[in-house]
């Protein structure tokens, strides 16, 4: 069996699920985070569109 995916069904899987995902880069440091890709379960669960998310530091979650 192939396990092989390539990064068009991996983000197709990833924006289709139900369950919510975020990804963020790197940061500085290992601090300052941005957000890079949440999928629409994760909009749907915050409230804010992925536009609004994009380049904002996952620590927004927390008020």
């Not at 092989?4 to 919510?20: C, I, K, W, Y």
């Not at 940061?27 to 994760?42: L, Y």
């Amino acid at each position: 069996m192939n396990w092989h995916l390539d990064s068009e069904a991996l983000r197709a899987a990833v924006e289709q699920s139900f369950n919510s995902v975020v990804v963020t880069d790197a940061g500085h440091n290992g601090r300052d985070h941005k957000i890079v890709f949440a999928n629409p379960a994760f909009c749907r669960m915050t409230g804010y569109s992925q536009a609004e998310l994009l380049g904002q530091n996952p620590r927004l979650m927390r008020s």
